[in-house]
């Protein structure tokens, strides 16, 4: 059984940064993609960025790109992201994902078959 924790969100001003964290235990962390969805109250949950089981690839949402970026240490079975510029629109419950096949590469369009339990970002104006 796959197990992933989120933590870092917190409160922080618009224009500030956040960096949140998920530890993966469970199965070989570095075979799978990774990825970060978020969730804002009355509205769907949406990709945010992923990652390839090597790092080598990343994909952004168009409404992130340029501000976060995803990143991992596999020796330390965790990923990343470093969230810039944060934005109010950025308020949401952010979750870890784990890719459901080995050596994926983490795209929007991956099937995601683990998901951590959310961290809440808040941005003020």
């Known amino acids: 059984q796959v197990q992933l924790v989120e933590s870092g969100g917190g409160l922080v001003q618009a224009g500030g940064s956040l960096r949140l964290s998920c530890a993966a235990s469970?199965?070989?962390?570095?075979?799978?993609?990774m990825g970060w969805f978020r969730q804002a109250p009355g509205k769907e949950r949406e990709f945010v960025a992923g990652?390839?089981?090597?790092?080598?690839?990343?994909y952004y949402a168009i409404s992130v790109k340029g501000r976060f970026i995803i990143s991992r240490v596999n020796a330390k079975n965790t990923v990343y992201l470093q969230m810039n510029s944060l934005k109010p629109e950025d308020t949401a419950v952010y979750y870890c994902?784990?890719?459901?096949?080995?050596?994926?590469?983490?795209?929007?369009?991956?099937?995601?078959?683990?998901w951590g339990q959310g961290t809440q970002v808040t941005v003020s104006s």
């Open positions: 469970g199965r070989t962390f570095s075979r799978y993609a």
């Open positions: 990652i390839s089981w090597s790092g080598n690839n990343t």
């Open positions: 994902a784990a890719g459901a096949s080995s050596y994926g590469l983490g795209s929007p369009g991956s099937r995601y078959d683990y």
